[in-house]
């Protein structure tokens, strides 16, 4: 099986990684934790985006490149600041 050939679908995939492995961290216990991990992919997939070339984006580009990387640093920022600010629930 081969892999993904430009630097953007490689960057994806490992975005993809780890957004699932935040969401293992979610179902396992630790939900802060994973949510965090996911927003983190976001914001790795925004930073990723801003610095790969558009020769070799592949399926890390959906739209435009400011789209993007708002879109991405928007939902990852959301998803850590969602994370922190909910207060615990009693009896957990």
């Known amino acids: 099986m081969k892999g993904p050939r430009s ?3 490689q960057i994806y995939l490992v975005q993809l ?5 935040g969401l293992g961290m979610v179902v396992a216990g ?5 949510v965090a991990v996911v927003g983190s992919a976001f914001i ?3 930073v990723s985006r801003s610095v790969v ?8 580009r959906v739209r435009g ?6 879109w991405m640093t928007l939902l990852g ?3 850590i ?9 009693p009896g957990r």
Not at 17 to 21: I, R, Y
Not at 30 to 34: M, S, V
């Open 17 to 21: 990684l780890v957004v699932l492995v």
């Open 7 to 9: 630097r953007g679908s």
């Open 77 to 79: 920022v959301a998803l």
């Open 53 to 60: 070339p558009v020769s070799h984006t592949g399926m890390l």
């Open 65 to 70: 490149k400011f789209f993007d990387m708002l």
């Open 81 to 89: 600041v969602l994370a922190l600010v909910i207060p615990d629930q």
């Open 30 to 34: 630790p939900w802060r934790g994973g």
């Open 44 to 46: 790795l997939g925004a």
